[in-house]
């Protein structure tokens, strides 16, 4: 090719006059500094950063989606990614750890612009700096077909933080998870973002793990769960929020109606923290996930949970991993289920605590009032025998000779157990119905390993894929 002539894309058959200027609302734009053969020169005043900016408005809607993005590419000078062009029409996408850096990330915006196949994106690990997130930004108020976004381990800090809470207090997109984890915010980060989300209901999931929030910004997420009402999970791990923030986070989350998961693992509150926590599970009756490991929480801070968890009929998942905690402490905890008839618990996890056969023959009391239930802990050798011993015949052959004996297949067994005969069940009930039903005999310990084998995702255990199994 001649290199005087302009680099166009095959699919281009207008003549190169320029169209008259567009709304804003009716083009994608997409500027940037581009190699010396394309003609048209930009207006000076425009930021070749920041706008999403294309030259002809008729070639954005008749231009397919990878020729969008090659132009995108070829424009901001970056070398496209194999991978984004062969998965870009699929539901998921995920670009972590490609090195996109600033303007690799606005030409993966520019294409989404128009995209409607795309429901996750995954852009951990970038570099994508406060250029990229402003062009995601960007592309989410044109696009209403994403969903969830993760772009954690940019190190966005404060000027990151800033044009997301703008973008989240007038959020009219589609976006419903978010994922910041890793991005050195600190308190005044932690302002505001809750600022934004105090009116943002739209948010259901988000991820602030891995940071740097202190009491301070315990203080001022306290003030925004009180009146959110639409954020169900929020991850909170790996901050250093201590006594004082979590205490400050306590005083808002007693009120609020919308959480159900939360994650505080790894913040060092010790047991007035756990206290705190104690009566928010005495009064929250919305909250069904909360994630306490590694937070120096002693017999003492959990016996105040415990007394929480005898009135408390919402919690099904508490994990205790990593505290200091002893076998009295684990029988406080496990007794306190057994006295709330209504307890919805399924799931405690004390997996660093050992114990003694008395323990277990007590838990296996409890779970015989509470067949949902499963407590991990950490087993004496003897005791690891005995469990092996239990686990030693495969629950699935179980299923298969059952299925067998009575030419039905294993997924008719499975949708036996589930009222609804649907293929998907809540991990509580399932394991309820695993325990009660009386066609194969099985223990809690082989219906663990069957629950793991069938997959369990999002506290749901899912045997669709035994479909094309028959008897």
């Not at 989606?65 to 996408?93: D, T």
């Not at 997109?173 to 932690?190: M, R, W």
């Not at 909170?236 to 159900?260: E, F, P, Q």
């Amino acid at each position: 090719m001649d290199n005087d002539e302009p680099l166009e894309p095959e699919t281009k058959d207008e003549s190169d006059s320029v169209s008259a200027p567009q709304s804003s609302n009716e083009t994608l734009y997409c500027e940037a500094e581009a190699p010396v053969v394309v003609e048209k020169e930009k207006p000076a005043q425009e930021s070749s950063e920041t706008d999403l900016e294309i030259e002809d408005t008729e070639k954005f809607f008749t231009t397919g989606q990878k020729e969008l993005y090659l132009e995108a590419c070829k424009l901001v000078g970056v070398v496209p990614v194999s991978y984004f062009i062969r998965n870009m029409e699929e539901p998921y996408v995920n670009l972590n750890h490609h090195g996109l850096g600033p303007k690799g990330t606005k030409a993966i915006a520019i294409a989404l612009v128009s995209n409607t196949t795309v429901l996750t994106l995954e852009l951990a690990d970038n570099c994508i700096m406060k250029e990229g997130i402003l062009s995601l930004v960007e592309m989410l108020q044109e696009n209403y077909y994403l969903q969830e976004m993760n772009v954690s381990d940019n190190d966005l800090g404060l000027e990151g933080a800033r044009i997301l809470s703008e973008f989240l207090q007038n959020n009219t997109s589609s976006l419903l998870s978010l994922q910041l984890a890793g991005n050195n915010f600190k308190e005044e980060s932690a302002e505001l973002f809750c600022q934004a989300l105090s009116n943002n209901y739209r948010i259901k999931s988000l991820d602030l793990s891995h940071n740097q929030f202190c009491h301070k910004a315990g203080e001022y997420l306290g003030q925004m769960l009180a009146i959110n009402v639409g954020l169900q999970s929020l991850d909170l791990s790996w901050n250093h929020l201590y006594i004082r923030g979590v205490v400050a986070l306590c005083n808002g989350l007693r009120s609020n109606v919308s959480l159900k998961k939360l994650d505080l693992s790894m913040n060092s509150f010790g047991n007035e923290g756990a206290a705190a926590l104690g009566e928010v599970l005495r009064l929250n009756s919305y909250l069904t996930y909360l994630d306490l490991s590694s937070n120096n929480i002693t017999n003492d801070g959990l016996s105040k949970i415990s007394r929480a968890l005898e009135l408390n009929e919402s919690l099904k998942v508490l994990k205790l991993f990593l505290n200091p905690i002893s076998m009295d402490g684990a029988l406080l905890l496990i007794l306190s289920i057994k006295r709330n008839p209504k307890s919805r618990m399924e799931d405690i996890d004390i997996s660093n605590v050992l114990v003694s056969e008395q323990f277990v023959k007590i838990l296996d009391g409890v779970c015989a009032i509470h067949p949902q239930l499963d407590v991990i802990y950490k087993s004496m050798q003897a005791l690891s025998a005995k469990k092996t011993l239990f686990t030693e015949t495969n629950p699935v052959k179980l299923i298969q000779s059952y299925a067998d004996q009575n030419k039905i297949s294993v997924l008719d067994f499975f949708r036996s157990l589930n009222p609804s005969g649907e293929t998907m069940m809540p991990v509580g009930e399932f394991r309820k119905a695993m325990i009660r039903q009386n066609k194969v005999p099985v223990n809690r310990y082989q219906v663990r390993e069957l629950i793991k084998k069938l997959g369990e995702k999002t506290g749901m255990v899912d045997f669709s894929f035994l479909k094309m199994m028959r008897s």
